[in-house]
């Protein structure tokens, strides 16, 4: 017999199309927080990094969302106008995108107690030189990979026969090597 214990899955993914800057590259970790995750969880809250700080998703100041998600960011958070994306748009976005994995059924809707988020966000750092930003772009490209990464985390996706059907058909963006060995 199977256990409905969720102890951690990991997933991510990758949304990308609309104007510079607001593509979106979330990372997630979900588990049970009376599990590992609930450790990893509790640390990174508690152990506030200059330019990483971490910060739970919410919906609104005073609103925070369930399952518990804690946000952090990759990239080194150097500027006010960053901040105030990061921790508006993005944020607002990440929590909206959580719930929304709820009510897809990706996440049991009967564990959002139980559960805690890692996120890692991936907000480009040219987004604070785009001086016409649009802000509903932004969040919702961050929404809709906030719970496409959840999607694949809880899916188990890719899966295993999947990658190794497709090892060799896959070129990685930024290492692109020919068949002779050279880039």
Known sequence: MMSDKIYMRVG??????????????????????????????????????????RVL???????????????????????????????????AAVANGVLDAV????????????????????LNPIVVEQKDLDHRILFNIHREATAKAIHKAMSHEPDIDWLLENQEKIVHKYFQMGLDGKL
């Open 103 to 122: 009510r897809n059924g990706d996440i049991p809707k009967e564990k959002a107690n139980d559960l805690g988020i890692i996120v890692s966000v991936w």
């Open 12 to 53: 991510e993914a990758l949304v990308a199309g609309g104007p510079a800057g607001t593509a979106a590259e979330p990372e997630v970790a979900i588990g049970e927080m009376s599990g590992p995750m609930g450790t990893a969880f509790g640390t990174l809250l508690g152990d506030q990094v200059k330019g990483h700080s």
């Open 57 to 91: 998703a919410l919906l609104n100041t005073d609103v925070m969302i369930r399952p518990a998600t804690i946000m952090v960011s990759k990239v080194t958070v150097e500027s006010s106008r960053y901040t105030n994306i990061l921790m508006g748009t993005v944020q």
